[in-house]
């Protein structure tokens, strides 16, 4: 059974940082890829990050409001834990914040991850 535990999260003023992780379990994750994902209150899942466990590569969201820059996804491959280090932090930053576990398809699509954290909360006060 695949389980996805990420910690990390909290209360931070604006302009903060926090690193947030992400441990997985239940089968060897040497393939593949995360996603760090976030939902705001009234809002959609939507994605942050993405980062692949072999080599490496990452993604990232591209809106006129990208995390890019501000957000920096890594992976410990011995540790099978993907970190979302986030620099900057504004208020509307503020979600729960998901790890999710790639299957097969787009990497910024929910429907293309098949296991999913519980989430931690992020809160940026102004």
């Known amino acids: 059974q695949v389980q996805l535990v990420e910690s990390g999260g909290g209360l931070v003023q604006a302009g903060g940082s926090l690193r947030l992780s992400c441990a997985a379990s239940?089968?060897?994750?040497?393939?593949?890829?995360m996603g760090w994902f976030r939902q705001a209150p009234g809002k959609e899942r939507e994605f942050v990050a993405a980062?692949?466990?072999?080599?490496?590569?990452?993604?990232?969201?591209d809106s006129a409001d990208s995390v890019k820059g501000r957000f920096t996804v890594s992976r410990d491959n011995a540790k099978n834990t993907v970190y979302l280090q986030m620099n900057s932090l504004k208020p509307e930053d503020t979600a729960v914040y998901y790890c999710?576990?790639?299957?097969?398809?787009?990497?910024?699509?929910?429907?293309?991850?098949?296991?999913w954290g519980q989430g931690t909360q992020v809160t940026v006060s102004s």
């Open positions: 239940g089968r060897t994750f040497s393939s593949g890829a």
């Open positions: 999710a576990a790639h299957r097969l398809g787009l990497y910024d699509y929910t429907g293309s991850y098949e296991y």
């Open positions: 980062i692949a466990w072999s080599g490496g590569s990452t993604y990232y969201e």
